[in-house]
């Protein structure tokens, strides 16, 4: 009977393929974690209520702070955000639709121009949207997947209606604001 030496090159190949197979089997396991549970988008938003911060910033701010008047059917409020310092008035307000989807809207008074470039960092201008006969600038993200914006610089405020949506959905959404 022959015995086979430590090191020799047949058990050497035996334990390079039993190594390789534990380390593909984990490495399996790890990527079946990471796509199935460890997304951050695998877990549903919350909805939030709003009101109560609407409500708050209406009457804390000195310019009209915007909401939709209604929501359309698929569409919840899963962000909402406001606060107040040296550079100005800042609202946020996001919608997830139909949870694929997202159109958000933020205003700030103050600085509103470094506010707007600061939002809009890697935007560029894709011409003009009339909403309800007031234009309100069209800008897109590079890259891809492109978010769209459309926004409105009136009376000392900025209006950013911000998504994924093509801008026929932005612009509905635009003109269903009020203050």
Known sequence: ???????????STGDLVRTVAILVGVLAAVVL????????DAYPRETVEYDAALAQVRADYPYPVLAPSALPEGWRATSVSHES??????????????????????QSDG?????????LR??????I????????DRMIQSGRPADR???????GVV???????????????AASLES
Do not use: C
């Open 33 to 40: 974690v990471v796509t199935t549970v460890g997304r951050p």
């Open 149 to 155: 914006a459309l926004v409105l610089m009136d009376g």
């Open 122 to 127: 890697d935007f560029t201008d894709d011409g």
């Open 1 to 11: 009977m022959t015995s086979r030496a430590r090191g020799s090159i047949a058990a």
């Open 85 to 106: 310092d040296s550079a100005g008035h800042r609202w946020r307000l996001g919608f997830l639709i139909d949870e694929r989807g997202y159109v958000g809207l933020e």
């Open 129 to 136: 949207s009339l909403v309800r006969r007031v234009e309100w």
């Open 159 to 173: 209006t950013i209606v911000r998504g994924t949506e093509p801008y026929e959905v932005l612009e509905r959404f």
């Open 111 to 119: 600085e509103i121009v470094a506010y707007a470039a600061d939002r």
